[in-house]
């Protein structure tokens, strides 16, 4: 099993371009989770996925947006990236909630 | 709301000494709690959980941590450090039906030899 995995893994963006971001996972979980992750903040939840069809907001969800087409993608896209969203993002994964997150390596995105 | 408080940005530990990460939660039922670890440029990588039970739980990498309600704490301790322990570890509190997670700000570790 691959886990999950993130594409890309690097990315550079100009003020106001578009990208999406796509978590993949191939453990027939229910749950996806979109955290990014800035220097002295820890994680803080973007949206996530109890299933598939169906996304919610978390703590900052402004300025982006998600989809979850298939249970194993959940896709994160930026419409117009502006510099604050310069950060790491990860998607993870569970089966439920007495299970544990999975997490992805990571995606290092820069907006100039 | 729920909420983790890490109050240690940074620890330094001579490897082979013992080590306390601190933990405290917020949260208005029984919590589900959760050690990660995240080396440099990598993802994070789960340590030990408690759910229920048994409140001293034992995970990977010889790390324990310890649930006390009564202090809302769930720090993580470890008897003898290693250089390879060097790392940043979050600690998370999360339940309900969506189970969503919310992580402290993490504390770096840095071993000296």
């Known amino acids: 099993n691959a886990g999950v995995t993130q594409t890309p893994k690097f990315r550079v963006l100009k003020t106001g371009q578009s990208m999406t971001l796509l978590c993949a996972q191939d453990m027939n979980h229910e749950y996806m989770y979109w955290y990014r992750q800035d220097p002295g903040m820890g994680l803080r939840l973007i949206h996530y996925?109890?299933?598939?069809?169906?996304?919610a907001k978390g703590e900052v969800p402004d300025g982006y947006n998600v989809s979850r087409l298939k249970k194993q993608n959940f896709l994160l896209g930026l419409e117009s990236a502006a510099p604050s969203q310069t950060s790491v993002y990860f998607c993870?994964?569970?089966?439920?909630?007495?299970?544990?997150?999975?997490f992805g390596p990571g995606t290092r995105l820069t907006v100039t | 709301a729920q909420s983790v408080t890490q109050p240690d940005i940074h620890i330094t530990v001579s490897e082979g000494a013992s080590l306390e990460l601190r933990c405290n939660y917020s949260y208005g039922a029984t919590p589900y709690l959760f050690w990660y670890v995240q080396s440099p440029g990598q993802g994070l990588q789960l340590l030990l959980k408690?759910?229920?039970?048994?409140?001293l739980v034992q995970g990977i990498k010889g790390f324990e941590a310890e649930f006390k309600r009564s202090q809302s704490s769930f720090n993580l301790r470890k008897p003898s450090v290693h250089w390879s322990d060097a790392a940043e570890y979050f600690c998370a509190v999360g339940g309900g039906t969506a189970s969503k997670l919310t992580f402290g700000t993490g504390t770096r570790l840095q071993v000296t030899l």
């Open positions: 993870a994964s569970r089966n439920g909630p007495l299970y544990e997150q999975y």
């Open positions: 996925s109890v299933g598939e069809g169906t996304t």
């Open positions: 408690y759910f229920s039970g048994d409140t």
